[in-house]
């Protein structure tokens, strides 16, 4: 393929052509840190009378091809959700998975957060399967139902988040409004993630250069643009947390936080606290869907009122010696 700089403005055209968007497959997510991230890349296009429909970006990496991945898993660990083809019509997706079968040396395809349905529109057989909920709250429902939010939550969820707000003093949140602040916000917000997983015995999601890198350089090209809600939460006078949140057409996807811990005040809860202000901030906004994004933490399913599945796959030709001796185990575990 042509270079990434290349590329940028037809992946930016047909990215305004696509009737559904996600932040990650926009090129500000697929092409950040491009160079490094894919360095075996391949390209596939789905075009009709010259126009282009659908791009596929993957990499090869020994006999896999990754969508929209490197394959490994250092380059990888900005993890990617609501994966799949950009495309112009709901077809190309399920033309461009198919085609990538054939490319030169290419023995499995690794498929990873994509809709369920995409697994099956690639074709081949899964070797490894694995499905993850993300927890979503319907912004549009709530707005059309008359806005409150917290009405929906359980009993519990409600008296947690009033008392929550009451113990800090009725926080307030910020929205970063320049590439400098939010930078530095950034910043405060990886130190209290880091503090929070090595407490854990866990490095956290920025622990190694390159994702510290990948995230400056993403926050400075998401901003500018719109998509990018680097909040600050606080409260007399100190940061209760930062939430680190990608937002494109109407659908904000709560990406990583990092929070204060809330001391020896039990009702302090920084997580709940800073969500909940986030999400009625969405929803006055005029947005349509705040996402969790994959997992199933508690406080994810207080908040949320329903949840969409990803997949998380690693498939073979259907009719190659791997595709045959999978369904064989498949249909003896079945019987």
């Given amino acids: 393929m042509s270079g ?13 052509a696509a009737p559904a968007l996600s932040f990650f497959q926009s090129w500000t997510w697929v092409g950040c840190l491009a160079e490094e991230r894919y360095p075996d890349p391949v390209l596939l296009r789905a075009t009709q009378d010259g126009v282009v429909l659908g791009l596929a970006l993957f990499n090869r990496r ?49 498929l ?10 690639a ?43 009451r113990a800090y003093g009725m926080p ?25 997983w090595q407490a854990r015995g866990r490095p956290g999601a920025f622990a190694t250069p390159f994702l510290l ?25 100190q940061d209760i947390g930062y939430l680190y949140n990608f937002r494109l057409r109407g659908h904000v996807l709560a990406y990583q936080s990092g929070f204060r811990p809330g001391g020896d005040d039990a009702q ?6 800073s969500h909940a202000l986030a999400i009625a901030h969405a929803l006055a906004r ?14 994810k399913r207080s908040l949320s009122d329903g949840a969409c599945p990803l997949h998380w796959a690693q498939l073979v030709p259907r009719w190659s010696a791997w595709g045959i001796a999978a369904r064989l185990r498949a249909r003896l575990h079945h019987h």
């Fill in 4 to 16: 990434f700089a290349e590329l940028e403005p037809e992946w930016r055209a047909l990215e305004a």
């Fill in 268 to 273: 302090r809860r920084p997580g709940l606290t």
């Fill in 112 to 121: 990873s957060g994509v809709a369920p349905e995409l697994v099956v529109q």
């Fill in 286 to 299: 005029g947005d349509d869907v705040y996402d969790f994004l994959g997992g199933d933490d508690r406080y």
């Fill in 123 to 165: 074709g081949g057989t899964a070797l490894r399967l694995q499905e993850r909920m993300a927890p979503r709250l319907d912004l549009r429902a709530l707005r059309d139902a008359g806005g409150d939010w917290m009405a929906g939550r359980s009993a519990n969820t409600r008296q947690q988040v009033r008392r929550s707000l």
């Fill in 213 to 237: 890198r990948f995230h400056q350089a993403l926050v400075a090209a998401a901003l500018p643009r719109g998509e990018l809600d680097l909040l600050r939460i606080a409260a007399e006078g």
């Fill in 172 to 196: 307030v949140l910020h929205r970063a409004g320049s590439v400098p602040e939010a930078l530095d916000w950034l910043q405060a917000l990886i130190a209290l993630h880091t503090a929070s």
């Fill in 62 to 110: 020994g006999r896999h091809l990754h969508l929209t991945e490197s394959g490994d898993a250092a380059l990888d660990a900005p993890f990617i959700e609501h994966n799949a083809p950009l495309v112009a019509r709901p077809d190309a997706a399920a033309a461009l998975l198919r085609a990538s079968w054939p490319v030169l040396g290419a023995r499995r395809l690794v």
